[in-house]
């Protein structure tokens, strides 16, 4: 694989595969730019030799071609506030030989299907906005799509960005000869995107703890009533498979023991939270939204005795900060550990997401990337790195 510090892109237009797939709130505003702020590495080094980059990115999950929820304008927007230079934005059907600014973003890829049907035509309309290609989308390096697996093979040059080379970098640190113990911490909202990385990381590791939406469909498993909380009957049978096969490896699975609920008015209004035991059931109506006091002391002494730690996916709807307090007390936890010498590595968005306010000094390396992150230390031959050569 090649990197970008190889080359100089004097006169060269990049075309940058970048994961600008933010969190957003109501109006649009970016709640953690991270993942863009990590990108500029990479951009500075194409702009500093003499290039111009062309930007392309997802957003959110669109449906049905154009959303305005969903267009680049406030990444945009951000975009030339930090480099205090105009950045435009146009569609990926325009013609590249009218725009000759150093940045240019296109439109969200999800708006085309060709995007995530890996299509040949889509690809080659992209491909005329580049002379060559950097992959800088660590998150989104386990998907197939036609801007991560289909572009680069139209491309002579193509590197690994700067950021894809650090995180990979920080991920192999865990691949090589883990220290045990190993605990996988998962949580985050359905278990069904989770099931395959932990079903290829049970191997590697010495403890499974399970949080948030994640941990649902597992206590419903073991026959706790879960109310109205998100559970995936669907997915029972892989639940199984895994409590199985954790007996027979012997891999202790750490569940919560208490949770926090709210019952959902008539009016769409949540109740006042409340923390019920597992053991006691939660009844219908109410959802559990984040794990209890207990069962952060639980997580705590697991993790702190941990010498490896791999975190995806926070421990309730973090995103509301009455339902924040697991994911925290699990990087408070993570902290001591590091401080202890273990080695971590934390990834996702909404993970990364949640502890950007927090003043937690150090808890090891925050990954740009959460499934992605997972599936790579599972296998590390993730199709966009693949693509890379
Ligand atoms: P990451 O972005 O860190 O990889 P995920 O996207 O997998 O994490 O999961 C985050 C989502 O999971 C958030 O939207 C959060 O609200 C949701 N979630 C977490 N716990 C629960 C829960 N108990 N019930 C419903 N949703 C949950
Ligand atoms: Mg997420």
Known sequence: MQYISDFNFKDKRAIIRVDYNVPLDREQRIIDPKKIDSTFFTINKI??????????????????????????????????KAFNEEVKMTAVSDNPALYADKIV???????????????????????????????????????????????????????????????????????????????????GGKISDK?????????????????????????????????????????MDHIYHILDYAKFKKIKIVLPIDLVVVKKNNDGEFSWPEVVDVDDDIDEGYMALDIGPKTQEKFASVIESAKTILWSGPMGVSENE?????????????????????????????????????????????STGGSALLEYIADQKLPALVALG
């Open 322 to 366: 009455f339902f924040r307090m697991g994911t925290l007390s699990v990087a408070k936890s993570i902290e001591k550990a590091v401080h202890n010498g273990a080695f971590s590595l934390i990834g996702g968005g909404d993970t990364a997401a949640a502890l950007a306010e927090e003043n937690i000094a150090n808890f090891g390396f925050v």
């Open 47 to 80: 702009i500093e030799d003499g290039g111009r980059v062309v930007l392309i990115s997802h957003l959110g999950r669109p449906k049905n071609g154009y959303e305005e929820e969903f267009s680049m304008k406030p990444i945009r927007e951000y975009l030339e």
């Open 105 to 187: 973003i296109l439109e969200n890829l999800r708006f085309y299907i060709g995007e995530e049907k890996a299509d040949l035509a889509f690809a080659k309309e992209l491909a005329k906005w580049g002379d060559v290609y950097i992959n800088d989308a660590f998150a989104t390096a386990h998907r197939k799509h036609a801007s991560t697996v289909v572009l680069p093979t139209l491309f002579k040059e193509k590197f690994a960005g700067s950021l894809m080379q650090k995180e990979i970098e920080n991920a192999n640190k865990i691949l090589h000869s883990p220290k045990s113990p190993f605990v996988l911490i998962v949580g």
């Open 195 to 235: 099931i395959k990385p932990i079903n290829k990381l049970l191997p590697l590791i010495d403890t499974l703890i399970l949080g948030g939406g994640a941990a649902n469909t597992f206590l419903k498993a073991m026959d706790v009533e879960m109310g109205d909380s998100l559970v995936q009957d669907d997915q």
